[in-house]
């Protein structure tokens, strides 16, 4: 087997993928570079491999979930199967049916609400249960 070696700089990214569909997210930094100060858009980099790195991973998890459900589900469709079973962490919605309009509702009224900031990332839903409640 032959080794490679990615060569990079301080303040580089690397998002590796391995064979066994795992996801690393690999920072340019060593032991003094990691503490050293940043603009803020000097996080831009970071930031941006970061999300990367968490679709890459979400994606490699669940699309053979997905691939499962289209192929023996009774109906064969994705949205079918997942509209109205509270089975994922995230709003789902179709147009004409009852759930779309009800969170068209649900939306109207959360615009008029005042929110804060950042909420309902992915750092917030592996720090919850099933019933949404933090741990």
Known sequence: MSDFTIKGNVGDVFIRITKDRD?????????????????????????????FALMIDSYLRNSKALDDLITTSATGSIPAELIGRD?????????????????????????????????????????KDKNNEDK
């Open 87 to 127: 089975l994922l962490p995230i709003m789902l919605a179709g147009a004409g049916l009852e759930e779309f309009q009800e969170v068209e509702e649900d939306e109207e009224e959360k615009e008029s609400e005042d929110k804060p900031e950042y909420t309902d990332n992915i750092i917030q839903f592996k720090r």
């Open 23 to 51: 996801v690393q997210l690999i920072f340019g930094e060593d032991e003094d570079s990691i503490y050293r100060e940043m603009d803020f858009e000097g996080h831009e980099v970071y930031k941006t491999a970061t999300q």
